[in-house]
């Protein structure tokens, strides 16, 4: 399954990702990382309520999450984005090691989970297997 | 997948084959059917073709005896209605023959033509009635019918006899053609009916075959479902499906009993296997992810990652009563069919035994970590102190043992026990602190814990000291761990040494001779030891610790030990405070051992805070070792005589080297125990002098012995 849409100039297919969590550094961390040309970071947010709002602004296609976030929480904030639209794909990237909490995130609509902290290659991997 | 299609196939095709068999064997019984009927009428035919071919010859004799009568004038009745019935026969036959026989042959139709040309001949004769004579005188004569009759007898009589031999020969001839079809409709019965037998044999054959290869194939799929069974019935995990319910199928494998003591796994849900068994919210992650596998949101690699069940606790009955914690180890994974997700396989292994080994690997890693923290610092004691140390440690530990021996029945004498294993634990611990051997340290300063929490319960038993008993049994073995170790290292220095340096002197060879150990390094270690743990600043000197006797030296190690950790804990104060009274930043700590008399005098001062008679009375009150009655009319001298009452202490918070309530009271102890005395003046802010007086040497070791 693919999901994303044709752009006009190339014709070259483009998925948004929207990048949140409530680390700056993990946030450019995650942006810079990311290898495929595909993949275009239309925004990031620090918590969940910043998290809806990028998302009706710009659409994305698929999201990187955090989990432990002030104000509203990643588990909570993408059974929000899953209700908004069910074919958005959420890799979670979390330091919450438990697998409780992983089955947790899946449960709520999930595709990926990616512990903190993560190699190039591992963040890499994960989005690959998300986008296929 | 593969051998299933074939063998449809080849059911198809043995099928197909059969029922094509069985079509041509109903065909050749139908065709021989037919033949049958045919041939059953072609006998008749021939029965009547026989018959036929006699009548030309009786019809001319007939003729010829009804002439031979009518010539002789004799009753003619009966010729007459014979030769009528010869002729109704004739004519009945040869028509059936002619029509219903459906014989077309030349002579059949010569032979009814012939016949037509009898018909007219013999009709009038038929036609005849009446009588033929009429009586004359002369007799009888023929009547003039009877001439006519006479003529056409005659007429039919020559016809016949002219025909006969060539009429018999045509019907001849049409009996030997009729044999002649009717054999040949035999013969064809006979090989239709070969040709079904045939058949049968074919389907026979053929049914036999499938037979065989039916057996065959049973014998393959039973063997098959016995190896399954023996796989299923040796491996050591336990194997089972779950279908799209959550539910257990109706087969896995033996392992399964044994991990969970049951056998009704078949239709059990897999909530209903771990319920009771593991907490409720670990239960519900558990569902939630099997509820996942059957989606196909995540790939097997994720799903595997997130397995919540790869190391389970489980809590399971021992078969005494009790629960004993076993560990599971879940491995999930899908099986794929046409539409989907069909079944999960599932795998559990029980990994209680890794677990354990793994915990004990790294309790072995910790020990030998500690060991070597230990080492190193071992390094830094002297031998001889260390060996000291382990001997009286030695002696406490079989006075703990003996303690905990001790019989007991009522809860005061419980609570007396406590007492004493609290102030030998104390004192251990305390010398084991002093020379930096943490690992014992902390090993007896769990023990006290023990105790403390032991002093907290309402109700006592001897049950409740069994845990000790298991730790202290620990506490040896670690003890054997350290001497065997010195051992080492004392061989280790020693080898490094022979030959450079002399030999050190052992304490027996010290000047004196009757001297014991020199304790000045030790307390000089254990007094720089308290000032970093406490943030203290102060000066320890000592004078005249080499001098101290053998049997004393113990003792005076005991003593110093608890009055330096009380300083450094409650009489020297912290830098900031001192300044403000004007008091030098270090402390000063004095130590002096000297004779005095018969016997000896040991003198210990610090310039740190005092003691309080006040603060000790309000203390003491607080820890209802006096009533506020008994406070309020105690004296100066009694007020300072608390401090060597059991169980006391003004330090609230228990650290490892002051606050348990145990302290100069084991020193007073000691020291009465020896006939010795001891004595405490102080200043509030200035200074606190303890003075302990000890008999001779002599009479100590006879008092000891």
Known sequence: MSVGQVNGAGGR????????????IMRRRIERSQQFEELEVVGTAG?????????????????????????????????????????????????????????????RGANGFLNKPFTDRQLNEAIAELMS | MNVAGADRNRRLITAGAGTALALVMGLALLAGFRLATQIRSSITALQ??????????VLTQQLTALRQRLETREYTGQAHAELAGTVGRFNGDIR????????????????????????????????????????????????????LYYGNVRQAQLLAKQNVGRLHRLLSAVTRSLEAQTSGAAARLRALLSGGVLAAFVLAAAAAYLQLTRIRHERAAREA???????????????????????????????????????????????????????????????????????????????????????????????????????????????????GVKHVLCSVSDITSNVLLAKELQEAQENANAQV?????????????????????????????????????????FRKKLGGLFRELHSIKGEASALNLMSIAQRVHRLEDMVSELKKKAELSGNDFLPMVLKLDELLAHLRGVREMATRLTALKDSATSGAD???????????????????????????????????????????????????????????????????????????????????????????????????????????AGISPQALKDAAVRKSIITAEEAASMDTRSAMALIFRPGFSTQEEVTMDAGRGVGMDVVART??????????????????RFKIVLPAAEAASSAVA
Request: aromatic residues 6%.
């Open chain 2, 373 to 413: 923290d230990m080492m190193v610092g071992m390094m830094h004691v002297d031998p001889l102190q260390l060996g000291s140390f382990l001997d009286t440690t030695q002696t406490g530990l079989q006075l703990i043992n003996a303690i905990l021996k001790e019989p007991a029945r009522t809860d005061a004498e």
């Open chain 2, 502 to 608: 002399a030999p050190r002197s052992s304490a027996a060879e010290r000047p004196g001779g009757r001297s014991g150990e020199d304790l000045t390094p030790t307390m000089q270690a254990l007094a720089e030891k308290l000032g970093r743990d406490h943030r203290k600043a102060f000066r320890l000197t000592l004078s005249g610790l080499a001098n101290v006797p053998a049997p004393y030296v113990a003792t005076v190690k005991d003593c110093l030990i608890q009055m330096l950790r009380n300083s450094a804990v409650h009489g020297i104060e912290p830098c900031e405070a001192r300044r403000a009274l004007a008091k030098s930043d270090v402390g000063a700590v004095r130590v002096d051992f000297r004779r005095s008399g018969d016997g000896y005098e040991l003198v210990f001062e610090d310039d740190g």
């Open chain 1, 47 to 107: 918590n969940g309520i910043e998290a809806l709002e990028m998302f009706h602004k710009t659409d994305p296609d698929m999201v990187t999450m955090d989990l432990t976030m002030p104000q509203m929480d990643g588990i909570e904030c993408i059974s929000k984005l899953v209700q908004l639209k069910p074919a958005v794909r959420i890799l979670v990237i979390s330091a919450l090691a438990d697998k409780a909490t992983a089955v947790e995130a899946m449960e």
């Open chain 2, 96 to 147: 059936q023959l002619a029509t219903r026989g459906k014989l077309q042959s030349a002579q059949l139709q010569e032979a009814v033509q012939m016949w037509q040309a009898y018909r007219p001949v013999l009709a009038p004769i038929l036609a005849f009635s009446g009588e033929p004579y009429v009586d004359t005188d002369a007799g009888s004569s023929l009547s003039e019918s009877g001439k």
């Open chain 2, 671 to 688: 020291v009465y125990g020896l006939g010795g005395k001891i004595g405490v003046s102080t200043n509030p802010g200035r200074f606190t």
């Open chain 2, 225 to 339: 479902q016995e190896q399954t069974r023996d796989i299923l019935k040796t491996v050591r995990e336990g194997f089972f499906l779950l279908d799209a319910d959550y539910k257990i199928g109706s087969v896995w494998s033996e392992a399964l009993t044994h991990i969970f003591d049951r056998s009704d796994f078949a239709g059990l849900s897999f909530e209903k296997l771990l319920e009771n068994r593991v907490p409720p919210n670990t239960l519900a992650t558990a569902m939630k992810y099997i509820k996942l596998l059957w989606g196909d949101r995540a790939h097997e690699n994720l799903m595997k990652s997130i397995n919540p069940l790869g190391q389970l606790e489980i809590s399971m009955d021992n078969g005494r009563g009790g629960k004993e914690t076993r560990y599971l180890q879940f491995d999930f994974h899908r099986v794929l069919g046409p539409k």
């Open chain 1, 13 to 24: 297919r483009s998925l948004k990702l929207l990048i949140v969590d409530d680390s700056n």
């Open chain 2, 48 to 57: 009547t073709a026989s018959e036929l071919q006699t009548y030309p010859g």
